[in-house]
């Protein structure tokens, strides 16, 4: 099969379908050409994302002398924004005061309030900190994504942690009630734990499904008490831990949403 083959065949993909149209969603309702930052997350529906953005400044291109600057989350995201023909920019080189408009990026899974679990390409600490700096975050999660509460059918939760520190906060994680957190490792050929982009590790921690701040205010406890955490609370718990980097788990961010359209197997559509 040649290489177009396998592009139009993974086109044709139901699912990819239903992450493309979601990220052309997200994109024609949050992105313009006059826009000067733009947060660029990571994963594979991210890509249909970059797609769309080359696509609109195409038909709609950018005031006289304008710069679109286009920032990662991590090597990946980087090199997907130069493919595409676009202007990369570290976050460290973001002037002064300025904040991002807007930052696009998938997700593993996404509650009723737009919590996300992410992290699932480990690169979750420098979504975090593009995300924290953008005034809007917009999280493109097709149909599968979507669940009325975290941990559903996403069954961890990403954490970036030291490596020197990793078996303490494994420890620490059972002691909040995480079944098995185990380090992530790669797969067949190659051995030993994955690094993220800044060489830390990633532990993934398996949890009850989590409460919203809405099950909260209708009574559910969501300490961890009797093993159930709401999100804010157990994501502030686990960034306690030394050793613990960043956690898997984005909330409060501002959130909107774009899912896909083109629903199937019982789905709703929205
Ligand atoms: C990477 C991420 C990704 O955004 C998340 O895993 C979604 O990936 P995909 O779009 O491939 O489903 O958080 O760390």
């Known amino acids: 099969m040649s290489s177009s083959e396998k592009k139009d065949e993974k086109k044709e993909d139901p699912i990819e379908a239903a992450k493309r149209k979601a990220a052309f969603r997200a994109v024609e309702d949050h992105f313009r050409s006059d826009m000067?930052?733009?947060?660029?997350?990571?994963?594979?529906?991210?890509?249909?994302?970059?797609e769309a953005i080359k696509e609109h400044l195409r038909k709609n291109p950018p005031p006289p002398n304008h710069m679109n600057w286009f920032v990662p989350t991590g090597w990946n995201s980087r090199k997907v924004i130069e493919e595409a023909g676009l202007l990369p920019l570290g976050f460290d080189s973001i002037p002064g005061d300025s904040m991002l408009e807007v930052a696009f990026d998938g997700a593993d899974e996404v509650?009723?309030?737009?919590?996300?679990?992410?992290?699932?390409?480990?690169?979750?600490?420098q979504e975090?900190?593009?995300?924290c700096r953008s005034k809007k975050f917009i999280c493109i999660a097709d149909y599968r994504k979507n669940q009325k509460?975290?941990?559903?059918?996403?069954k961890s939760i990403p954490i970036e942690v030291a490596p020197i520190a990793h078996a303490s906060v494994l420890?620490?994680?059972?002691?909040?009630g995480s079944t098995d957190p185990k380090l992530r490792e790669h797969s067949l050929a190659k051995t030993g734990p994955i690094q993220t982009?800044?060489?830390?590790?990633?532990?993934?921690?398996?949890?009850?499904?989590?409460?919203?701040?809405?099950d909260v205010k209708?009574?559910?406890d969501g300490s961890g008490k009797d093993g159930h955490w709401s999100v804010e609370a157990l994501a502030k718990r686990i960034k306690e831990i030394n050793g613990v980097l960043e956690v898997g788990l984005f909330y409060g961010l501002n959130g909107d949403e774009a899912q896909a359209t083109g629903l199937k197997g019982g789905q709703k559509p929205v």
């Open 149 to 154: 509460r975290l941990l559903t059918n996403w």
């Open 111 to 125: 509650d009723e309030e737009l919590n996300c679990i992410k992290g699932g390409g480990a690169c979750l600490f």
């Open 218 to 220: 209708n009574g559910k």
């Open 171 to 176: 420890r620490e994680l059972r002691i909040l």
């Open 197 to 214: 982009d800044q060489s830390f590790y990633i532990i993934d921690a398996p949890f009850k499904q989590l409460y919203t701040s809405l």
């Open 36 to 50: 000067t930052f733009v947060g660029i997350g990571s994963g594979s529906t991210i890509v249909y994302g970059v």
């Open 128 to 131: 975090k900190l593009v995300a």
